[in-house]
């Protein structure tokens, strides 16, 4: 039986190693393209709103995302970016990882945006490298964890803390179709007074307050007989 010399199975397998090499670039190049073409990063947004101050709600995020096992960091500007997590579907391309190793993932990056001044919108986008267009929805927060459902189940166990002070003054409920001039005006006989209320409990404007909101009054502003 023929058996080949040595120096020609080193040939061979010279050959064998160049064609792999060969099409291993050209595959990558086409992986490349496809990949960028259809598995592009992507990224969507949501928003929610809690009633809490943007320290209290991010907070309440971190418990929640600690429920779910999910890790994260809080950055600098007080975000929180989530570690990337492995999607649980299997690509359609299966030999990817034997050649290069991407598996499809994705990752939270949340922001708190102060609306109020006991109001806080939530922003949360949701980055997915090589998850399909229409796979993305299914790794958004809302649907993946239930993110707002949670935030707001914790937030009804978790108060928001006052910012009144706790004495030498009287607490007011805001009527319907009442702003903090007219609340002002009803209780204390000024409508300028407004301003020093709003300092006191924290408020930017005479608009930020809601029917039946409780505000803070401090006694030496109040009427000798207070319509309460």
């Known amino acids: 039986?023929?058996?080949?010399?040595?120096?020609?199975?080193?040939?061979?397998?010279?050959?064998?190693?160049?064609?792999?090499?060969?099409?291993?670039?050209?595959?990558?190049?086409?992986?490349?393209?496809?990949?960028?073409?259809?598995?592009?990063?992507?990224?969507?947004?949501?928003?929610?709103?809690?009633?809490?101050?943007?320290?209290?709600?991010?907070?309440?995020?971190?418990?929640?995302?600690?429920?779910?096992?999910?890790?994260?960091e809080v950055q600098p500007d007080n975000s929180i970016v989530t570690f990337?997590?492995?999607a649980d579907f299997q690509s359609p391309n299966e030999f990817i990882p034997l050649i290069i190793n991407v598996p499809p993932r994705y990752r939270y990056e949340i922001s708190f945006v102060q609306t109020a001044p006991k109001q806080t919108k939530i922003i949360v986008n949701a980055h997915a490298e090589n998850i399909p267009d229409d796979?993305?929805?299914?790794?958004?927060?809302?649907?993946?964890?239930?993110?707002?459902?949670?935030?707001?189940?914790?937030?009804?166990k978790s108060p928001p803390s006052s910012t009144t002070p706790a004495?030498?003054?009287?607490?007011?409920?805001?009527?319907?179709?009442?702003?903090?001039?007219?609340?002002?005006?009803?209780?204390?006989?000024n409508a300028d007074n407004w301003q020093v209320i709003a300092k006191d409990n924290g408020l930017k404007s005479d608009s930020?307050?809601?029917?039946?909101?409780?505000?803070?009054?401090r006694n030496s502003l109040l009427k000798q007989t207070p319509a309460q």
């Open 167 to 189: 004495s030498g003054g009287v607490n007011f409920t805001v009527l319907p179709n009442e702003d903090l001039k007219a609340l002002a005006q009803r209780v204390t006989g």
């Open 135 to 156: 796979k993305l929805p299914e790794y958004k927060a809302s649907n993946r964890f239930e993110l707002f459902k949670e935030i707001d189940e914790v937030a009804l």
């Open 208 to 217: 930020d307050v809601k029917p039946f909101e409780n505000v803070w009054v």
């Open 1 to 72: 039986m023929y058996r080949p010399s040595k120096s020609a199975r080193r040939w061979v397998f010279a050959a064998i190693v160049c064609a792999l090499t060969a099409f291993a670039g050209c595959y990558l190049r086409y992986q490349h393209q496809t990949e960028h073409a259809d598995f592009d990063e992507a990224a969507l947004g949501e928003e929610h709103v809690v009633n809490f101050a943007p320290t209290e709600a991010r907070q309440i995020t971190e418990a929640v995302l600690r429920s779910d096992g999910l890790l994260f």
């Open 84 to 86: 990337w997590r492995n």
